[in-house]
């Protein structure tokens, strides 16, 4: 099974070459109470980063140059900030211009949940030239991420031979092997993560980040979080709005939305994009999508043969449709890989689902994926069961021929019989007192759809959340290609202009 939120089209596009808090009885998040009565990072003795060679990583080379990196200690368990640490993995560039001009370190959450900060920093470095004259670019490999206690729940051989699981069943049989292929999953995150499991929630990682913010020396925090990195953003804002800097909040997550209602915003996104994507090629959005619907029935009933000699599942073939919907500059692709498979050739829709599913071509696979789920099942309380679920694929299916069975079944199947419970429904984000917080949201955005942007400066409140929209195409705006939205932002980050609320870049 995959849940599309990723981070940002960059590690998107790099690839085809790729909420919560503490548990309340309401289930919304940790209110200002329960968050003040948590430990705060300040409990926690001051720490001098030692800044040294970065390491290679299962991600890639180590970065050279100007890169360095360093082991953060934070507590694996806030409610005892005293007793068993975890170490944070940690990369920084400084500044690069004068240093009487620097503003302090910029942190960075490229989203996921379950992306690592440290491998992607360097390569996003160059879209933020500007910003990187008067901020250390920061990042971090969140808790159970890559190299902060990285969580791999299976194999490279089991996630190979789970390819074969329908994850939209048709039958009994297909049903419960999607159903035993989840609870298989879950098993294996609780023997690779052991009592970890219990503290990887968005609220745990929010508190690290303000312990990163005391390591760094920045009284504020100046923040930049793509994709998921919005829903953490907020629930920073939320624990600590005294002291909130800067924050830029790009494809931003629907902070109100529980499980349900995440896959059915998906389900919005992917067939709004999709159609958008129709109509560039000149084909009527509603006949385009029945044509891939019914080519995706026929997957389904007998998957595609490829040059790799594996085949092309409904499943694989769904997951290569999505990622090019994340860059507008991949649809040309997407319409490549369609053309194939018409023609009974699945090799181009299979290097699509194997770029989003971290699939190199020696069959080792990345752990995103495996991070992700035991961050956003931590987090997320709300778990329809499969009845309930079939009583939600009608809606789903209206919502999108082509995605809606997927992510309908998806609101089961991804935390099924989970080890451990479930925080809340939706984060809580309501940040009275801080600083603005300028919010981005993408009419286009496939992942993470306009309407959750529109959603967080609302809850942020009405003092601090501060919209700009951008009529564009594909995941996150900043650096997509809009002089508008890039402007404003560094302008915003780097000499404090917060622009008019609504401001709309075209």
Same mark, same amino acid.
């Given at each position: 099974?995959?849940?599309?939120?990723?981070?940002?089209?960059?590690?998107?596009?790099?690839?085809?070459?790729?909420?919560?808090?503490?548990?309340?009885?309401?289930? !919304?998040?940790?209110?200002?109470?329960?968050?003040?009565?948590?430990?705060?990072?300040?409990?926690?003795?001051?720490?001098?980063?030692?800044?040294?060679?970065?390491?290679?990583? @299962?991600?890639?080379?180590?970065?050279?140059?100007?890169?360095?990196?360093?082991?953060?200690?934070?507590?694996?368990?806030?409610?005892?900030?005293?007793?068993?640490?975890?170490?944070?993995?940690?990369?920084?560039?400084?500044?690069?211009?004068?240093?009487?001009?620097?503003?302090? @370190?910029?942190?960075?959450?490229?989203?996921?949940?379950?992306?690592?900060?440290?491998?992607?920093?360097?390569?996003?470095?160059?879209?933020? @030239?500007?910003?990187?004259?008067?901020?250390?670019?920061?990042?971090?490999?969140?808790?159970?991420?890559?190299?902060?206690?990285?969580?791999?729940?299976?194999?490279?051989?089991?996630?190979?031979?789970?390819?074969?699981?329908?994850?939209?069943?048709?039958?009994?049989?297909?049903?419960?092997?999607? #159903?035993?292929?989840?609870?298989?999953?879950?098993?294996?995150?609780?023997?690779?993560?052991?009592?970890?499991?219990?503290?990887?929630?968005?609220?745990?990682?929010?508190?690290? +980040?303000?312990?990163?913010?005391?390591?760094?020396?920045?009284?504020? +925090?100046?923040?930049?979080?793509?994709?998921?990195?919005?829903?953490?953003?907020?629930?920073?804002?939320?624990?600590?709005?005294?002291?909130?800097?800067?924050?830029?909040?790009?494809?931003?997550?629907?902070?109100?939305?529980?499980?349900?209602?995440?896959?059915?915003?998906?389900?919005?996104? #992917?067939?709004?994009?999709?159609?958008?994507?129709?109509?560039?090629?000149?084909?009527?959005? !509603?006949?385009?999508?029945?044509?891939?619907?019914?080519?995706?029935?026929?997957?389904?009933?007998? $998957?595609?043969?490829?040059?790799?000699?594996?085949?092309?599942?409904?499943?694989?073939?769904?997951?290569?449709?999505?990622?090019?919907?994340?860059?507008?500059?991949?649809?040309?692709?997407?319409?490549?890989?369609?053309?194939?498979?018409?023609?009974?050739?699945?090799?181009?829709?299979?290097?699509?689902?194997?770029?989003?599913?971290?699939?190199?071509?020696?069959?080792?696979?990345?752990?995103?994926?495996?991070?992700?789920?035991?961050? @956003?099942?931590?987090?997320?309380?709300?778990?329809?069961?499969?009845?309930?679920?079939?009583?939600?694929?009608?809606?789903?299916?209206?919502?999108?021929?082509?995605?809606?069975?997927?992510?309908?079944?998806?609101?089961?199947?991804?935390?099924?019989?989970?080890?451990?419970?479930?925080?809340?429904?939706? $984060?809580?984000?309501?940040?009275?007192?801080?600083?603005?917080?300028?919010?981005?949201?993408?009419?286009?955005?496939?992942?993470?759809?306009?309407?959750?942007?529109? !959603?967080?400066?609302?809850?942020?409140?009405?003092?601090?959340?501060?919209?700009?929209?951008?009529?564009?195409?594909?995941?996150?705006?900043?650096?997509?290609?809009?002089?508008?939205?890039?402007?404003?932002?560094?302008?915003?980050?780097?000499?404090?202009?917060?622009? !008019?609320?609504?401001?709309?870049?075209?």
């Amino acid at each position: 099974m995959v849940r599309w939120l990723r981070g940002s089209a960059l590690t998107a596009a790099a690839v085809l070459i790729a909420g919560c808090s503490g548990a309340t009885d309401s289930g !919304k998040g940790e209110s200002a109470e329960s968050a003040s009565a948590a430990p705060s990072p300040s409990a926690v003795p001051a720490q001098k980063l030692d800044w040294g060679r970065c390491e290679a990583t @299962s991600e890639g080379p180590a970065p050279g140059g100007e890169w360095r990196c360093a082991t953060l200690k934070v507590p694996l368990d806030w409610s005892k900030p005293d007793g068993e640490t975890i170490g944070l993995a940690l990369i920084r560039s400084e500044a690069t211009g004068d240093r009487r001009e620097r503003l302090g @370190s910029l942190l960075f959450n490229f989203g996921g949940p379950g992306g690592s900060g440290v491998s992607t920093m360097p390569s996003y470095a160059g879209l933020t @030239s500007e910003l990187h004259k008067r901020y250390d670019l920061v990042s971090w490999d969140p808790r159970g991420v890559g190299g902060s206690e990285g969580v791999r729940c299976r194999s490279d051989k089991e996630i190979q031979a789970a390819e074969s699981v329908d994850a939209t069943p048709d039958d009994a049989a297909e049903e419960t092997a999607f #159903f035993d292929d989840a609870a298989s999953f879950g098993a294996g995150c609780e023997r690779a993560a052991g009592k970890l499991l219990s503290h990887v929630s968005t609220a745990d990682t929010a508190r690290d +980040m303000d312990l990163i913010r005391r390591a760094v020396g920045d009284r504020k +925090m100046h923040y930049f979080g793509i994709s998921y990195g919005t829903e953490l953003g907020g629930v920073y804002a939320h624990l600590f709005p005294g002291n909130v800097g800067r924050l830029v909040l790009d494809a931003v997550v629907d902070p109100t939305a529980d499980t349900v209602g995440h896959a059915k915003n998906q389900t919005l996104g #992917f067939q709004r994009a999709l159609d958008n994507y129709l109509a560039s090629t000149g084909q009527d959005p !509603k006949k385009g999508t029945r044509k891939i619907a019914d080519l995706l029935e026929r997957i389904d009933a007998d $998957p595609l043969p490829t040059t790799s000699g594996r085949k092309l599942t409904q499943t694989l073939a769904i997951t290569g449709i999505v990622l090019p919907l994340y860059s507008e500059q991949s649809w040309p692709g997407l319409t490549s890989a369609l053309d194939a498979a018409e023609d009974g050739d699945g090799t181009e829709l299979l290097a699509l689902a194997d770029g989003y599913n971290e699939r190199d071509p020696s069959g080792r696979y990345g752990t995103t994926t495996h991070s992700q789920r035991v961050i @956003s099942c931590l987090d997320q309380k709300q778990r329809p069961t499969p009845q309930e679920t079939k009583t939600l694929l009608p809606g789903f299916r209206k919502l999108s021929p082509v995605f809606g069975e997927f992510l309908g079944w998806d609101t089961a199947g991804w935390c099924h019989d989970w080890p451990v419970p479930g925080l809340t429904d939706s $984060p809580e984000v309501s940040a009275p007192g801080a600083d603005p917080v300028l919010v981005v949201g993408n009419t286009g955005d496939p992942a993470t759809p306009y309407e959750g942007a529109e !959603k967080m400066a609302r809850e942020l409140g009405d003092d601090v959340g501060v919209m700009l929209t951008w009529k564009g195409e594909g995941h996150g705006a900043y650096a997509s290609g809009s002089t508008c939205v890039d402007s404003t932002v560094n302008a915003y980050l780097l000499a404090g202009r917060v622009p !008019k609320d609504g401001k709309v870049c075209s």
